[in-house]
């Protein structure tokens, strides 16, 4: 289940860029990036992966970002909708040392309260959140739950930073 990418293949990457590091993504957590009619009829919250091949793939991440010495940064793509995602967090953020989440809303607007958890501990664990706020073209039609100003309510985490990619 392993997303492709190599040590042996970033590293190199990484110095013939003169970059002293980047930031790494883990995996995207959704099983179906499609797109096509049946998904332009409004959000459409794609499938998620096996908890157990999420967890692979945030494994997958820590180790080679362990592997960089320092040139790799992880990034935990979670998606807060899953119930294990706080779990998760914990795990990436306490364990395996990811330095910060990404999100994407994907069939869901991130400004939902049963999402509040989530930031919360994210604001507990001192690590940023990451979201693409521009249009998706991979998971239907979800541009409106991508919005920036569905984040206003963020305000309410004051010690949570949060980035804004792709702004739209």
């Keep these: 289940a392993s997303h492709g990418l190599k040590g042996q293949d970033l590293f190199p990457a990484i ?9 790494l993504f ?5 099983a179906d990036r ?7 009829r409004g959000p459409h919250p794609g499938p998620l992966h096996p908890p157990a091949l ?4 945030l494994e997958e991440t820590a180790t080679l970002a362990r592997a960089g010495g320092g040139r790799v940064v992880p990034y935990a793509w979670i ?7 706080v779990d998760h967090l914990e795990w ?13 809303p ?3 607007y991130p400004y939902e309260e049963r999402f509040f958890p989530f930031y919360a501990k994210v604001e507990e664990l001192g690590v940023p959140l990451h979201s693409h706020t521009g249009i998706l073209y991979s998971y239907g039609m979800n541009s409106n739950c ?8 963020l305000a309410g985490f004051p010690k949570l930073t949060f980035i804004f990619a792709h702004i739209s």
């Design 15 to 23: 110095d013939r860029a003169g970059l002293e590091y980047i930031v």
């Design 26 to 30: 883990s995996p995207c957590p959704y």
């Design 34 to 40: 499609a797109v096509g009619r049946e998904t332009l």
């Design 54 to 57: 999420r967890r692979e793939f």
């Design 79 to 85: 998606d807060p909708s899953a119930p294990e995602a």
């Design 92 to 104: 990436a953020v306490g364990e395996l040392g990811f330095r910060g989440v990404k999100i994407i």
């Design 106 to 108: 994907n069939g869901w």
């Design 146 to 153: 991508c919005r920036p100003a569905n984040f206003e309510f």
